[in-house]
Structure formats: C-alpha cells, structure tokens
C-alpha cells in the first residue's frame, strides 16, 4: 500500500485509496541492478536476445521505408505474421480478430474496462499474476476466488460450483500454461471443461498466454482458444519470446469487438508504436523466429533443471516445488514456516540474491503461502542459478 | 457512433454502449494512403523526421547498451533531459516530477482516472481534441463547457461564472498553445487568470502541451506550468517535435502523485518500451533536438503562411481563418452553410483531399461549427499546400 498524497486540498478519484504498486514493480529497482543475482522477476535472459538481427531489422525499416516515424495504422503484415504464430499454437484465426496492444498488460487492462463494470465480479484464482489485480483495481470489482491444484491448475469443481450458484462473472482471469506464479500448466481435461463451462454459462475467459511457447516437454497442449473461439479472448506476448523492452503483444478477439476496442485503445495511447511493430515485422520477417523460440526452450529448460536439481540439493528436505513444463517459474513451499519478509531482507542485502514472496501474489490468504516463494529460471546463467540456489540454501538452514 | 456487437449473450460493461472511435481515427485511414492529399491530421512532416540520427541512436543504444531489450526502470537519462527541455519552455522542475508515458494521450488517460469519479463533471471547451472526450468516456463523466475566443483562447468569464456557481470538476483541460483544433493560444492575461482561478477553486489543470515547442512568433508565451506548480499537470510529448511512432511523451506533476500514477501506468501497461525511452535518450545526448525544432518551426512557420495566402486567394471572401502562433492547425470557418460530410466525400473521392470538418471537434454545437473545418498545415511541403487549397476553393465555389 503507498501513501498517496495529493497536494493539499486536491480531490483524487475515490478508488485511489486502495491502490498499491505491485511488490514485482517494487523489487524491480532492486532486482535490475547489475550485482543483484535475481531470481525475483520475469526476466528473459539479456544474453540471449536476439540483437544483432533485431538491430539488423530496425536499420533495414528506418532506411526503406519512408514513413517508419509516423502516425499509421496497426501494421497488417505484422498482424498476418501472428496469424502464423498462433497455427504454431494450434490456433486458428485470421488476421482481422488480431488485436495489437503495447504489451499484454494492455490487453487485461482493455479487456478488464471493456467487460467489467464498477463493483463487478471477477473470477481469479486464489494464488495469481498481480498484473491482473491491478488491470482490474480501478474499477473496484468484486474477487471471486478459486485454489489451484499445484499438477492440474485451476480448480474447476469450485469454478463450476461458483457459477451454478448464480455468480456471474464479468471474466474468468486463466493461464493455461506456465502459470504465473505457480508454474503449473492445466491438464487436457480441465482445459476442455473450462471451455464447456464458459459456453454454458456465457462467462468469456482472458486467457493468459505469455508462457505458450516456452514448453518443455515434446508436444504443448493446446491453448484454451483452441478449443473454443467466441468464449475465449486469447493474449500473446513478445516480451517473453523476443523482447520485453518493445512492449508489444496481442489480442485474438470477435472480429465484433475490434471497434469498440479501437476506441478504448484510442482513448488509452492511440496506437502502439508503429516504429516497434514495423520493426517486429521486418525481424518475424527474416524468419528467425521459430529457431530463436527452440533456442530458449532448450536454454531455459536446462536452466530449470538445473535449478530443481540445485534445490533437491541445497534447499531443506520436505521442500514441495512444482514441475513446470512451460514458462519461467517455479513455485517452491517450504517444509516449515519462516519470515518470508525478512528473508527477503537479507537474502537481498547480504548474499546479493532476490526472490518473490508467495504472498505477493495471494489474493486469497491461505496456510500455505506465508512458506511459498516464486522463483525464476530464466534469467540467470546456469552457474549462477547453482550458485544463488546453493546461498539461498544455506539461508534456509539458519532460518528453519 | 459504432455499431458493437458482442457475440452472442456476452455483457460488455455499460459504459461501452456509448462509445465511439474518433472521427480522426477513422479518416486515418484515408488520410495515410499514399495519393490523398491530408489536411487531416495532425501529422509532422515525414521528410524533415531525423531519421539518420534516429538510426545512429538506436544502433548505438542496441550494440553498447547490454540490456537494452530487457525489461528495465524509467530511464532516468530520459527524464533529466525532459527538466532540460522544460527549461527551454520556462519550466523550472526537477526529474523526480517527471512521469514518462505512452505518448501524451496516455498523460491524459491516466490523469483522467486519476482525477475522475465516475459521472463526475470535468471542465473542456466546447470545440476541443477529441482525444480527451475519449481519456475521459469510460467514466462517463458530465461534460462542463465553455467557449473559445478565436483570437484570446478559452472564455474565463464563463469558467469563472461555472466555478463560482458551485461546480467543482474534477479538472480543467487547456491547450495553452496551438489549440487543436482552434489554432488560438491563450493570451498571457488569461494564462494568468486561469492558474489563479485553479488556485482559488482548487481544480487542477490539465495542461496539453503537445504544440508549445513549435512557436512561430519571436518569444513564445510561458505555460500555465511556468506560473503554477501544484495546479498544472503538464503534458509534453516526443511526437510533434521528434517522431509519433515511438509513442513517448511525459506528465510534469507533484511528486506526491508519482507513486500512484506507476501503479496505475503499471496496471495499464506495465510500462513504457524501454527501447524508445534509452534511443530517445541517445538521440537528446546527441544535442540535436534544439536545432531540429528550430528547422520545423522555420519549416512550418512558412507552410502556415503559404496556406493562409493561398486561402486568401482560392477560398471564398468572407472566411475567417485563426492566425496561429503556434502548433499545426488553422481553423477556418465558411462565410455560409455547407454540407460539411458531403464537401469532405466530393473532396476525397473526386480531389484526393481530406481535412476534418469541425463538428468532429465539437462537445457542445453551436452556430459557427456547421460551417467550420480544421486544416493540418505542418504535413504537406508548399506546392501541395498551394494545389489542395486551390482544389479545395474550387469545391467550396461549387457549393457556396
């Protein structure tokens, strides 16, 4: 919670006296400073961008094409160049339901204002992505919570039971894979009777999709927009897959919602900036795309193994710590209570070290997330995962 | 007014049955098609962008600065040439009032929400930008208005009247300088008066400053800003004076407000591309910005005159043209009624000429508007300017 201040006399909106930043924006200071081993944000790997080619496109746009630097519409080559990513994803659509936002975030906070009234309901789960409850704040809904299975995900069965005891909620907030932050994925089953229920009780579902394409294993299951297109409004990201630094991601929408939307976005910063989506569509079109996607999976993959196998060693017996098959993130519930506050403390200021406390991203306070932390695999190099693993450890010792 | 359509039995929030994408928005399409001929839009001239110096830039940026693709704080590089650039607009102001955003319409998008209840009234001028009745739209608010003098800017007896009465909105939007549309900037007696009737009332000013850079007389008036720091939110952005498509523009404000301002830009889009934000910064470290502002206001300074002679001489006798000081629009108004939505189809289909008729600009009609338009005079290089006036008055000789 900040300590908003106006200067004096000055009336602010009534729902700002609720607002917090985020504990992730927060340790963002801390986390990108350059001796900080951190295990605390979603961070792509800074090495292993493609920057060289991205340089090369940025150089080949700003020299061919006349009009790089002004106003323009959304860049319809860069919208059929999604159209193709989203097959990879076993997705069909065409290029007039791809909806352009300055990052995913974007399109939660433009789809939480266009299907959400003030005070309404939202469904989350209980352990979930801050970036959504801040997507949401402003319009001060009402939480509806549901836990997550650490193997299988979303627990359906209080999902179901909350709809048919006639909650209507403006959304239900879903990450099929690579959940953030518990980095579990949903199983087939649960993904096919999500899908069911949103038609059958006409709730559309925001799927979260950052993670997709970061899998582990041979084949991915399916995105929820897969399997259902009218119900489902399915958010893509580059920041995981080429940069984080362009802020450019997208919406797969009814072809119906795209005006309204327009307006919205229009309203919110006219359009995301066309020199980025130019220059993205210059760099998908060298084709690079795809193999830079297998070089991260196989890079990161390594990176999780080696920081599960790190753990199995350094961290205390009873650790419980999930398996992820996408994304950046591991969940890890440690065997006994501790002072995830001051841990953070002084993992931070003595061994140099960050991580997020679970309960930055409890909605829903439960037993076990004042022993949760979230950690990431991505960022660092494998030697400093052992390294950090082996500290944090060590820290863990003293304090259980 | 759009024409939304959800799918079927889907709610969409209450507020969206009123929405509508910019009359601009929608001749963006028209107006960027490479053989029309706009006075559409508020577009700067693609032929005098910096785009070597731009490439240098972001070249440089890309090949020394290690992180640069990553996921990174506000650059405060960025923010200590914004204080620099302030200086050159009288502004005295420290980095820590500096809030970087998506362009200046997300200044006034998050301003909005910062500011606004729901249903609650702000203060415009009944002609005004569009772009603020969209920041404001979702909360539905009551519109208060008063008029504009072509030759002195916003009507302060009628603020000063509404404010005495017992109104109390929840913020003023002024243009200070280059009014878009209305192409007036405020007399110096009246930027005074309002900063001490903001004071008085306590309302906040929202101060777009989008066109102060682009002065056309010798010694430009100081913003509201410069006389007032606790009242004025100023808004500057890159895209008139550097280039639209980076999407980077920036809030001077109380520093008491920065923190819940980064918690709601962080729920709207986590934040602004990094990558722009350290070119621009790059590009500022070059010195070049100051030389290249002063060969756009010589640049147009000239397109202005070109257009109000070649006005003078096709238009019909008896039309009033603003004489801007400032910025990229001249307003004119018809000496009689014309068919304003027809004039613009003859004039596109038939001529290859757009220009936005002033209705688009209009919160409260009056007489005058009907028989209005806005010029964009800063796109087009001289010939053009000389031809499409001249087609122009061909059409209005036809239909006046």
């Not at 990052?103 to 959400?116: D, N």
């Not at 939480?143 to 039971?161: F, K, S």
């Not at 309204?260 to 795309?289: H, P």
Request: proline content about 6%; charged content about 20%; aromatic content about 8%.
């Amino acid at each position: 919670m900040q300590d908003i201040t106006a200067p004096q006399g000055m009336k602010l909106a009534s729902w700002t006296h609720a607002i917090s930043q985020s504990t992730i924006q927060q340790l963002l200071a801390v986390a990108t400073q350059p001796d900080i081993l951190s295990f605390a944000l979603g961070l792509p790997a800074a090495e292993l961008f493609p920057t060289e080619a991205y340089a090369e496109a940025t150089a080949h746009v700003l020299t061919t094409q006349h009009h790089a630097l002004q106003y323009g519409m959304p860049c319809e080559i860069l919208k059929h160049f999604i159209v193709q990513l989203m097959a990879l994803r076993g997705v069909v659509c065409n290029s007039k339901q791809v909806f352009l936002t300055t990052g995913a975030q974007q399109a939660m906070s433009l789809l939480s204002r266009l299907l959400l009234d003030r005070y309404a309901p939202v469904l989350v789960e209980e352990t979930i992505y801050s970036g959504i409850l801040q997507a949401v704040e402003p319009l001060q809904p009402q939480l509806l919570t549901v836990p997550t299975d650490l193997e299988t995900g979303m627990d359906l069965d209080a999902v179901e039971a909350l709809l048919a005891s006639g909650h209507h909620p403006a959304f239900i907030y879903a990450i099929s894979d690579g959940h953030n932050p518990l980095g579990v994925s949903l199983s087939l089953e649960k993904r096919q009777r999500l899908v069911a229920l949103a038609r059958q009780y006409g709730i559309p579902i925001l799927e979260d999709d950052a993670y997709g394409f970061l899998y582990y294993d041979d084949e991915p299951l399916p995105p929820l927009r897969a399997l259902e297109e009218d119900w489902v409004f399915y958010i893509g990201s580059f920041s995981k897959i080429l940069a984080p630094a362009l802020r450019v991601g997208w919406m797969i929408v009814p072809e119906s919602l795209i005006s309204v939307l327009s307006a919205l976005k229009e309203g919110s910063d006219i359009n995301t900036a066309t020199l980025s989506q130019r220059t993205i569509a210059a760099y998908l079109e060298m084709g690079q795309l795809p193999n830079h996607i297998a070089d991260l999976r196989q890079a990161y993959r390594f990176r999780r193994d080696t920081m599960l196998r790190a753990m199995t060693t350094y961290f205390p017996a009873g650790t419980r710590c999930s398996q992820p098959a996408n994304g950046m993130f591991l969940w890890v519930e440690l065997p006994e209570m501790v002072d995830m506050e001051m841990l953070l403390k002084i993992a931070v200021e003595q061994k140099k070290i960050a991580f997020v406390p679970g309960w930055a991203f409890s909605v829903k306070r439960n037993h076990a997330i004042d022993r949760s932390m979230r950690l990431n695999f991505s960022c660092c190099n494998p030697e400093r995962i052992i390294y950090g693993i082996g500290r944090l450890g060590e820290l863990l010792s003293d304090a259980i």
